[in-house]
């Protein structure tokens, strides 16, 4: 066993960084990178907290901040395991997807080369760099088979069909020439599909979880294509066990790629996971069916010789063994698992962002603020999508909104007014992270993707402040009111900002989801600070310029809504909110 190293690990907040964290941090120094945006983040931090481990939350792909957190720990193992991990999302954002498996992966190589002392470095890539090779595929018994071969070895041929594949592909090339080129101690693994405790599984990525969680709580699921296709399945503790023999065996294996699952012995179909299902419960799994998704393989099988002969490695759970382990681990989850889905969390959203727009007799600035979000959805890494609330305009602004082919338009539910918008609009959001940003044009659509990034650093809210960013729209009298109410918002809830009513905000989508919001008008302003709170989430600013509204009329009053802010302050401050689902 490893003992008495200092090992980075990137993506210590998935399945298998958590795992790995456990396994090494009972003998070594582990400081953890990973930017939080995966599915159970809470939990696994929370866990992270618990082994003592340093964590440092920060994108792999900004060099300068990992830079001062590589430096400063100066790692003698790097195990980088983060990545983006699903083929269906490297479709919709190739561009998210280079920058996360490609340019952190670069990242990373360029840190170890220039380090006083290289570290070992070990990379995990996928089963995905071998896509293109099912011209002797046989289907016998109900599961896709390999003709004249027991399994893929690392002399196949590499084959990228997906983003996610030449993302990857990418990256395992470069983990190998850094070795070649300039002698670091790297090793590849071509990991199949792993499978155990702590895998908060989905349809895209973790699908063996997946089954299992959506059967023991009821999810829908669905079979993509006819549910004969094969993995070997391999569970999380022989992988970890791989890693450790590779560290040990570093002179050895160095400059190595070697192709990592259960081999032959441990395969299984999707249909047959099904009936595995269904005999340990009891009960019949309800499954939907659905076309071929890009990139699906009918069939990968690791040949896992190389690994046997080179490092002493072969695999010690059963499938029957393993998916046992699996399932007792998620009843004992049971509740949890169904907080994370329920609540928002799971990541298989379609957008990153959902960028909503409250929207009353605006066909005058519309146009502008729709053009300048039309670059910006376009030229961003993340995937955005635009709403606009039409709040009972009695001009053109549904007719104009409904033009932009990128914007979705939809009616206000609720009586007529800012917070009822925004409500509406925020029940219609499916991102991640929903911003809310004015029809007037007074907010600068440029700065979206940094308040996105400020606020993913810790899932609360992050206000676009006219303080620090400055405000051709303000009077004396509308300044003063804001520092005013600002700074009674701070004293009496605790924190202190410098512009707290500006309707120019991005937050985690739990921040509405997990509360009954009652506000009508602007005070919802108020409403989304003290829920953020009451989650225990951090609010901070980021400088954003205020423009003059570029038509239309100007729907705030100093007096009434200055009036309303107040009131809503102090009943913030001593009501109990509404939880959603209690």
């Known amino acids: 066993m490893v003992k008495d190293k200092k090992i980075l690990i990137t993506g210590g907040l998935g399945f298998i960084g958590i795992n790995a964290v456990r396994y090494f941090a009972k003998n070594n120094t582990v400081c953890v990178i990973d930017d939080a945006s995966r599915i159970g983040f809470e939990v696994y931090k929370q866990a992270l907290a618990d082994e003592r481990v340093q964590f440092e939350q920060v994108d792999i792909s900004h060099l300068d901040s990992l830079r001062d957190i590589y430096e400063g720990f100066g790692p003698e193992v790097v195990l980088h395991l983060a990545g983006q991990v699903a083929v269906t999302l490297s479709i919709i954002n190739p561009v998210r997807d280079f920058n996360t498996n490609v340019q952190g992966t670069i990242n990373l190589l360029e840190l170890a080369r220039n380090a006083a002392h290289k570290p070992i470095f070990l990379y995990s890539s996928t089963n995905k760099v071998y896509n293109q090779h099912e011209e002797n595929i046989t289907l016998k018994d109900g599961r896709y088979g390999l003709t004249g071969r027991d399994g893929f070895d690392e002399q196949t041929p590499l084959s990228f069909s997906t983003p996610y594949g030449c993302s990857k592909g990418a990256a395992d090339q470069y983990v190998l020439d850094y070795a070649r080129t300039y002698g670091l101690q790297t090793v590849v693994f071509r990991q199949s599909c792993i499978y155990g405790p702590h895998q908060f ?40 066990d791989v890693y450790n023999r590779s560290i040990e065996k570093i002179d050895k294996v160095q400059g190595h790629a070697f192709n990592i699952g259960g081999g032959p012995s441990n395969i299984l179909s999707v249909n047959e996971l099904v009936k595995k299902i269904e005999l340990a419960t009891g009960k019949p799994l309800s499954c939907a069916r659905a076309d071929w ?23 010690k759970v059963s499938v029957d063994q393993g998916l046992g382990r699996l399932m007792e681990w998620v009843k004992t989850e049971r509740k949890t698992l169904s907080h994370i889905i329920e609540s928002g969390q799971y990541v298989g959203k379609k957008y990153n962002i959902s960028i909503v727009i409250p929207a009353k007799n605006e066909e005058e600035s519309l146009p502008g603020v729709l053009n300048e979000l039309k670059v910006v959805v376009n030229s961003s890494p993340y995937r955005m999508e635009v709403i606009v609330v039409n709040d009972r305009s009695t001009d053109k602004t549904a007719e104009v909104a409904g033009k932009f082919s990128f914007v979705r338009v939809v009616d206000n539910k609720y009586p007529s007014g800012k917070g009822g918008a925004l409500r509406s609009g925020f029940e219609s959001a499916q991102g991640e992270y929903i911003a809310m940003m004015d029809a007037d044009f007074s907010h600068d659509a440029m700065d979206l993707p940094a308040l996105l990034q400020e606020a993913k650093k810790h899932q609360g809210l992050v206000v676009g402040s006219r303080i620090y960013g400055g405000s051709d729209e303000y009077t004396r009298v509308r300044a003063f009111g804001n520092v005013l109410l600002t700074w009674f918002f701070g004293c009496m809830h605790g924190r202190y900002l410098s512009d707290a009513l500006n309707g120019f905000k991005v937050f985690h989508r739990d921040i509405y989801h997990r509360f009954d919001y009652t506000s009508v008008n602007f005070e919802i302003e108020i409403e989304l600070l003290a829920n953020t709170l009451r989650l225990s989430r951090d609010i901070t600013e980021y400088p954003s310029h205020e423009r003059r509204r570029s038509g239309g009329r100007l729907k705030s009053s100093v007096i009434k809504h200055g009036t309303l802010f107040m009131t809503r302050i102090i009943y913030e401050k001593f009501r109990q909110a509404a939880r959603r689902g209690q």
């Open 293 to 315: 998704r890009p990139g699906d393989q009918k069939v990968f099988i690791c040949d896992i010789h190389k690994a046997r002969e080179m490092i002493g490695w072969a695999p």
């Open 201 to 240: 599984g989905f349809e895209d990525q973790g699908w063996v979880a997946w089954f299992i969680i959506g059967a023991l709580l009821g999810k829908p699921l669905t079979i993509y294509g006819d549910g004969c296709q094969v993995r070997d399945l391999l569970y999380i503790d022989d992988l970890l």
